[in-house]
């Protein structure tokens, strides 16, 4: 049973910054590409960044490049994502979740697993 539990939530003043982490445990954490999510109220949840397996590819959504960074530590079976220059539309819960999928790392279809989310808050 795959587990991924997020933390690093919280409330920020824009221009701020958090960085969120996701837990992983039940599974081969490592031979699989994982990618966070957000989702406001009233919106549909929407991609933000992935990163491959071995961390050395990662992708970001437009609005968030340059602001935000993917990472991972295998040996610790986690993922980071570090939210820099945050602003009031970053506002949402933000998801972790793991995919056995190598492309279309961007369509929440292609995950399998997902964490419960943590909410982070920006505020003007």
């Known amino acids: 049973q795959v587990q991924l539990v997020e933390s690093g939530g919280g409330l920020v003043q824009a221009g701020g910054s958090l960085r969120l982490s996701c837990a992983a445990s039940g599974h081969t954490f490592s031979s699989y590409a994982m990618g966070w999510f957000r989702q406001a109220p009233g919106k549909e949840r929407e991609f933000v960044a992935a990163i491959s397996w071995s961390g050395g590819s990662t992708y970001y959504a437009s609005s968030v490049k340059g602001r935000f960074t993917a990472s991972r530590d295998n040996a610790k079976n986690m993922v980071y994502l570090q939210m820099n220059s945050l602003k009031p539309e970053d506002t949402a819960v933000y998801y972790c979740?793991?995919?056995?999928?190598?492309?279309?790392?961007?369509?929440?279809?292609?995950?399998?697993?997902w964490g419960q989310g943590t909410q982070v808050t920006v505020s003007s």
């Open positions: 979740a793991l995919t056995g999928y190598g492309s279309r790392w961007y369509d929440p279809g292609r995950y399998e697993h």
